[in-house]
């Protein structure tokens, strides 16, 4: 089984990002990788969880008063989405359509950029509201644990389209299944942070 | 001082671990023990219900790691005199044995019995020694019973107010014996750490919060070397974290009441020429950060002097001379890196202070006193 | 690359090791760079001691000796001891499990670059305007009023060599849980693998909150952020809370791998199978798991209240347990062995008494209570000093003997070494056991100078001494070292002579690919299994002989490390100087597109012929 090797639909292995040990290396690295992910992020929430709403005496903002709800809402539904496509991309390249996972994984970066300008227009408008990084306790914890999750989507939507650009041509190998597999696994897990930032920072702050 | 301790150990180990046996044990490591350190300062020499248990946890705690270290030594020395190769000969294959469940199982238990010895007065003294529920106690005509002190910790001094006497002190802690003396603690500007080692553990003095516990003095201090029992920054916070020392004066309930009225009432008047110009250079230069009277509250800028001439250092750690107490003034960052009092020349239009004034400043602040 | 033993200039043999990802060059790399630091800290600990051998010194100035206390704790802990425990799990962890290389070489080969750009970084500090001086524990309140650029280094080195560290964390653990030889089965890896993979572990889960820390850090003090300032509703606690879910297992990265080593020294010494070989297993795993739930006995004194500390007070004895367990074992591996007392054999010898003082002072910090009384006093520098030199130090140092043949085929005097053995033992305990009673005489950590007044002289004095007894012990070894190198004599494999596992049945010099063809394993302690069958290569293999697949060098990785070493000084000078933001921005962009280049072009690595491993072979017989 060597990187080089030409597959058919019918030749192509199930698990084409687990054949070689290079693959099998690199999604189970990728899973550690994530393991401690999760624990950073774990330390982002906890601090901010302890820093939310706190600020120098007669501070204007709280979560109460600064969040929109419909904006983020918004914002969910094309992360959540985002990650629907990369399954579909997945589900491709495991039948071997190089075109199909190609274009679900570019629908994937489209609904990505998306989110990621809606992102940049909310910070905007809170930066504009007076409530800049180094406002306070609170904006400085906010604007850390979101900002360090837009830029890990930042860097998620430059690694696929480093990834589609490279390989337009080249179509699957084993060489390159594994890189394709494991970038639709960072994608499900920013995907999956966000569902606890939307949850916990969001939710929680205008209901909560 | 090792082998007093080794002894000991093996003397108990001899004649079995009876209880009583762990207490004579107990007892020869408090005699050896207590030889080291002074005793206004060392933690083996507990002058205070906290500090004391705090050492009956550590005497039991060595007591029951020494019980450990022997049965390890013993093991261990008999398996390197008799296992050497050139005792069991070059060329033997020693038996490959994988293990023991029964020795196992022996050296999980009998720790865990030996940590559950040691963890309940644990558990106990740490709910005992957190307990700061007395502090609010009042008596029936509403005064408050017990003593509390608020305690600032500032670059590189500590502030004492007293705030149910409505007096505050600096560098020095006034407080009854035989009762407990409650503490709040926090710091002005970077965290410290409170502790007074004879009269038990520390706390720490965190910048966005106030910390509580109490201590008992049942000594005074009046028979110790200098009068005082010594306190000690035991957190970085700079340069000069090692010279933070603080004293402790402890007297009985009688004189302390005594002392807390003198030091409301004293209203300070220089004696003799040379403090009267003193105390002019200092109501220009000085007042502006350094009270002269103890009655007040906490948040000065700089320590609080009412009781400066009864004090037995400069800055905290210089013998109280006139000699020292010039070259602080003249130079005080020198003598305590980081320190935040001004050098003479900005306080002073520019200039440092002549050698007449700074006669007169020395003279006029080693009269500052409510004792004499 | 696939013909082997040639001849190389200087330049090229440079341009190779700066190029490689061979896991045993890159060993080599981890301990040099290891043992400068290791000097560097030492250096810093002499003058340390030298400030307070007498009262009153005056030989250092207080604002200098917290530089030197905040670099010597850092450097011994980040760029000292961690990267030569990651030097001998480099050289020895594959070999054991009878792998060719790590699972990521290229990443194996970035996280040393970080982890040695982090630490020129941290140490460029002296040079440019003053090193940290905030403790190695950086307390927030103080980091963030000390002034200058100091803690700005610490939190930018550190940021960068832990990423190193942590990339290395990940390496070891999927290599050792994908690599094993057919036959290496979790419960036949030998314990240094073990513990290497525990450890491991460990990297994964506490160096993220380091990060975050650090970041935060780096936030408040360059980028305008309030974590820590109270004033804006920060709050410093959640630094120490941070550090020390990452610090306290720290010591267990450390010291399970110190673990790992004696446990190879106690049986191989004592020619006898690791007594008690499952249940060091489950300690292990149980020691670093309880590691995790203990971090605030960091913190007792900082006003958790007595809930909390009570639980983590019994926490931490609980872990006594595990580790009385591993003493146990030890004791009872050599217990019935025939134990030669050669010079890694001293040292396990020396470590037993002078870690279980360390783990009973452990025990006794874990009362809450009486941990009032000795936090942050000299009692606690003498338990950490007991723990990581008695055990950490004593470690490497046994493990720079023992794998000296296995890394460089030639054998460090023996002599010397028993001399730098006893002059190092003796002098550690000479300089750490006065200063329990230090701490009990009331004496605080970190006090640049103390009064005479206060009956502690006698004691810094005889510290001060023991620390002079070190530093000759450290300078003997470099001469070992020195002379050893010159002298070059070869050894061959197995010059212990009685190697129990793999990394001893490989022949030397150590081909680049490490195993012809891959081993097969048949039980713990296989290679001890082959020879008592008289099996004379030493090894019965799972594989004919075929094709060698090998990942290609790379100048990569010092690249991408060099982008974020320039990175750090743009970070460092923002909102100062007019150019630190273009640094950044030059800093990060060398880092991502190094990334990218990796990523795009296709790197196959290459096959060595069944014909070239013959030769080579051949050669070596």
Redesign the interface.
């Known amino acids: 089984m060597d990187f080089n090797t030409k597959y058919t639909p019918q030749s192509w292995p199930d698990h084409p990002e687990q054949v070689t040990l290079e693959g099998k290396n690199k999604f189970l690295g990728f899973w550690l990788f994530l393991a401690g992910e999760t624990v950073l992020f774990s330390s982002l929430f906890a601090t901010y969880l302890a820093l939310k709403n706190k600020g120098p005496s007669g501070m204007e903002f709280s979560t109460q008063t600064l969040f929109e709800l419909p904006l983020v809402f918004v914002m969910t539904m094309i992360l959540l989405t985002s990650s629907l496509t990369s399954v579909y991309a997945m589900y491709h390249m495991k039948n071997h359509n190089f075109k199909g996972m190609q274009t679900w994984l570019a629908i994937t970066v489209i609904l990505g950029i998306a989110f990621l300008c809606l992102e940049i227009y909310e910070f905007n408008h809170y930066v504009h509201l007076g409530f800049t990084y180094g406002q306070s306790a609170f904006s400085t914890a906010f604007f850390t644990l979101v900002g360090t999750h837009g830029l890990h989507v930042a860097i998620g939507l430059g690694w696929i389209i480093l990834l589609l650009i490279r390989n337009a041509k080249r179509g699957f190998s084993l060489y390159n299944a594994p890189k394709y597999y494991t970038a639709s696994l960072y994608w499900h897990f920013i995907d999956v942070v966000w569902v606890f930032i939307f949850t916990v920072v969001y939710l929680m702050g205008v209901v909560g | 001082m090792n082998t007093t301790k080794k002894e000991g150990f093996d003397l108990a180990m001899m004649k079995g671990l009876k209880k009583w046996r762990l207490y004579s044990l107990l007892a020869v490591l408090t005699i050896f023990l207590s030889g080291c350190g002074e005793e206004y300062l060392s933690t083996l020499t507990p002058a205070g219900q906290v500090g004391k248990e705090q050492f009956n946890l550590l005497l039991l705690s060595t007591g029951i790691m020494a019980i450990v270290i022997v049965v390890v030594l013993i093991i261990y020395v008999l398996a390197i005199v008799k296992f050497r190769r050139s005792k069991v000969g070059e060329n033997v294959i020693p038996k490959q044995v994988e293990g023991s469940m029964t020795l196992e199982i022996i050296w999980t238990v009998i720790p865990i019995l030996l940590l559950i010895v040691l963890a309940i007065p644990t558990v106990a003294y740490t709910y005992k020694h957190a307990d700061v529920s007395g502090m609010t106690a009042v008596d029936a005509e509403g005064n408050k019973e017990a003593v509390t002190v608020n305690v600032t910790a500032k670059l590189y001094w500590w502030e004492f107010e007293y705030p149910d006497l409505g007096i505050v002190t600096s560098q020095e802690l006034v407080v009854p014996t035989n009762e407990k003396v409650y503490f709040n603690l926090k710091a002005a500007d970077v965290k410290h750490s409170f502790w007074i080692p004879t009269a038990g553990g520390k706390m720490d003095t965190n910048v966005e919060n106030v910390n509580q516990f109490y201590l008992t003095f049942d000594k005074e201090s009046a028979g110790l070397k200098d009068g005082v029992f010594y306190g000690k920054c035991a957190e970085l916070c700079g340069p000069s974290h090692a010279l933070m020392d603080f004293k402790v004066k402890t007297i009985d309930r009688k004189d302390f009441d005594v002392w807390a009225e003198t030091m409301k009432t004293t209203e300070h008047v220089a004696q003799g020429e040379l403090a009267t110009s003193g105390e002019e250079i200092f109501t220009t230069s000085c007042i502006a950060c350094h009270a002269t009277s103890g009655a007040g509250t906490a948040g000065g800028v700089g320590p609080n002097l009412a009781t400066f001439g009864d004090r037995n250092r400069v800055a905290g750690f210089m013998d109280l001379t006139e000699e020292n107490v010039k070259n602080w003034i003249n130079d005080p960052e020198s003598h305590k890196p980081g320190n935040l009092m001004p050098q003479p020349e900005e306080i002073n239009n520019g200039e440092k202070f002549s050698e007449e004034q700074l006669d007169a400043l020395a003279e006029y602040l080693m009269g500052l006193s409510v004792e004499k | 690359m696939s013909s082997i033993a040639k001849k190389k200039g200087f330049g090229a043999s440079l341009w190779d090791y700066l190029t490689t990802v061979d896991h045993k060059k890159i060993a080599i790399l981890y301990l040099a760079a290891g043992g400068l630091f290791f000097v560097i800290g030492g250096i810093e600990a002499m003058l340390i001691r030298i400030q307070l051998a007498k009262p009153d010194n005056d030989f250092v ?3 200098l ?2 530089e030197i206390i905040t670099m010597h704790g850092t450097t011994m802990i980040f760029l000292a001891a961690m990267p030569l425990l990651f030097a001998f799990m480099n050289a020895v962890m594959p070999l054991q499990i009878g792998a060719r290389d790590v ?2 070489p290229f990443l194996n080969a970035l996280g040393f670059w970080l982890f040695l750009f982090g630490g020129l970084f941290l140490n460029l500090s002296w040079f440019m305007g003053g090193a940290p ?3 190695w524990t950086s ?1 927030a ?2 980091s963030l ?2 002034e200058g650029h100091g803690v700005d280094f610490y939190a930018l080195g550190l940021q960068v060599s832990g990423a190193g560290t ?1 990339i290395a964390g ?2 070891f ?2 290599t050792i ?3 094993r030889a057919p036959g290496m089965t979790y419960m036949r890896m030998p314990l240094f693998t073990w513990t290497t993979f525990v450890a491991s572990a460990l990297i ?2 506490a ?3 380091l ?3 650090l ?2 850090l780096i ?2 003090r360059m ?5 820590f ?10 630094w120490e809370h ?1 550090f020390w ?1 990452f610090g306290h297992p720290e010591v267990y990265i450390l010291i399970l791998p110190a673990f790992g080593i004696f446990s190879e020294i106690f049986s191989l010494f ?4 690791l ?5 060091m297993v489950f300690a292990t795993v149980l020691i670093g798991f309880l590691g995790f739930m203990v971090w605030a006995h960091h913190m007792f ?3 958790l ?2 809930t909390a ?2 639980i983590f ?2 926490a931490t ?2 872990i ?2 595990p580790t ?2 591993k ?3 030890w ?2 591996t ?8 050669t010079v890694p054999m001293l040292y396990a ?1 020396g470590f ?2 002078s870690f ?2 360390g783990g ?2 452990g ?2 910090q ?8 000795l ?3 000299y009692f606690i520098v003498a338990h950490f000093h007991y723990v990581i030199v008695g055990g950490v130090v004593l470690a490497i140092l046994a493990a720079v003997h023992l794998y000296w043949p296995l890394m460089f085929n030639q054998m460090l005097s023996e002599k010397l070494g028993k001399w730098t053995f006893w002059f190092f033992f003796i002098g550690f305990h000479c300089t750490f ?1 006065i200063q329990h ?1 230090l701490g ?3 004496m ?8 005479a ?3 502690w002289d006698t004691f810094n004095l005889i510290s001060s001494l023991g620390a002079i007894l070190m530093a000759i012990g450290v300078i003997i070894l470099v001469v070992n070292v020195i002379i050893t190198i010159v002298k070059n004599e070869k050894v061959g494999n197995d010059p212990w002579g009685d190697g129990r596992t793999l990394e001893w049945a490989i022949p030397q010099p150590i081909p680049f690919y490490n195993f012809k063809q891959t081993p097969l394993v048949r039980g713990l302690d296989t290679f001890w299994i082959e020879k ?1 069958e008289g099996n004379k290569e030493g090894m019965t293999y799972a594989e004919p002989l075929s094709d060698i697949h090998m990942p290609n060098g790379s100048i990569i990785p010092l690249v991408m490390s060099f982008g974020l070493f320039v990175a750090s000084f743009g970070a460092l000078y923002n909102g100062e100087k007019d150019w630190a933001i273009p640094v950044l921005v030059l800093g990060l962009a060398i880092t991502f597109a190094s990334m ?1 280049i990796r ?2 072009k ?1 790197d ?1 690595g290459f096959h060595v012929h069944k014909e070239d491993i013959l030769k080579n072979e051949g050669g070596n017989k």
């Open positions: 100035s207080a604002g000796f917290n699972a990521f001086d905030a403790g307390y309140s103080l009023a000390s942590y990940i390496n653990l999927v849980i994908n690599m994964l889960f160096f993220p909150p990060t975050v820390g970041f935060f936030f408040d980028f305008g952020g309030n974590f300032d109270h004033t804006m509703g920060g709050n410093t606690i959640i941070l879910i004592s020619r006898k199978r007594f008690g070989y499952s249940s004194t900082v006003g209240g007595p500390n009570a007070s019994v004895m609980a006594a347990v009385g367990m003493i146990f074992n004791l009872l050599i217990w019935g062995g025939s134990i030669k007392v010898l037993i008494p279980v003082a009973v002072t025990i006794m874990a009362a809450a209570p009486l941990d009032y009384q936090h942050d006093s056991f009673f009990l005489m009331g605080p950590r970190r006090v640049f100078t103390f009064g007044d206060q009956g008592q990218a990523s795009i296709d196959h």
